[in-house]
């Protein structure tokens, strides 16, 4: 059983650029969540994915944007990307069976800096 | 609105030392209560997971405990290490398991 992966691992992107980040979920699991996570803070959640539609989302504006695909990984993109949007994007995946509170694992996460 | 706040914010402990993280929450409605620990630049790693319905989780040296009524977990470390010095966060989910976390506590254990 693999785990939660992220890629890539870091990147620089230019005030103004586009980005795409990507996540494969941990096999089985069939929801994807993205979340923020600036310096010194604790993550805040971006959107969730579940069986390629988006099930959620928190107070992030419509440049990020995002897909899962059949084989529930995922992909997070950024447009007109700004200098706030520095952080550590993290990917969390589980298996979703409608209870509610079921375990999320985390890849390690892409660190986005924007100059 | 769910929001989560973790005190202290930052702990330095030598090494041994038994201590306690605390987390608190306001909307008692919750599935359950997980914590986390983060190294520097890393992602999350699951520590404990407290169902609603529990009180309390215990995993090696780490306890963690829940009271739903007031808002409140406490995750205690017992003899403390340098190798557990990390940032701890918890998190709550919503009705579709979107986490929301607190500000974390950075632990520094001295040896």
């Known amino acids: 059983e693999t785990g939660v992966t992220q890629s890539p691992t870091h990147l620089i992107k230019t005030r103004g650029q586009q980005v795409t980040l990507r996540c494969s979920s941990q096999?089985?699991?069939?929801?994807v969540s993205w979340y923020q996570q600036a310096l010194g803070q604790g993550p805040q959640f971006i959107f969730q994915y579940y069986r390629e539609e988006e099930n959620g989302r928190g107070n992030f504006p419509p440049r990020f944007s995002g897909l899962q695909f059949p084989n529930y990984s995922s992909e997070l993109n950024v447009n007109a990307l700004e200098l706030d949007d520095s952080a550590l994007y993290l990917c969390?995946?589980?298996?979703?069976?409608?209870?509610?509170?079921?375990?999320?694992?985390f890849g390690p996460g892409t660190r986005l800096l924007v100059l | 609105k769910q929001e989560v706040t973790q005190i202290p914010a930052a702990l330095s402990v030598p090494e041994g030392e038994n201590l306690v993280l605390n987390c608190s929450f306001t909307?008692?409605?919750?599935?359950?209560l997980q914590w986390f620990r983060q190294d520097p630049g890393k992602g999350l790693t699951s520590l404990l997971l407290?169902?609603?319905?529990?009180r309390e989780q215990t995993s090696g040296r780490l306890n963690a405990s829940l009271d739903k009524s007031s808002g409140r977990s406490t995750l205690y470390i017992a003899a403390s290490q340098p190798g557990d010095s990390a940032t701890y966060l918890c998190a709550v989910p919503n009705a579709g398991n979107m986490l929301t976390f607190g500000g974390g506590t950075r632990l520094m254990v001295k040896p």
């Open positions: 096999s089985g699991h069939n929801t």
């Open positions: 407290i169902q609603s319905s529990q």
């Open positions: 909307d008692s409605a919750i599935y359950n």
């Open positions: 969390a995946s589980s298996l979703e069976q409608g209870r509610g509170g079921e375990t999320q694992y």
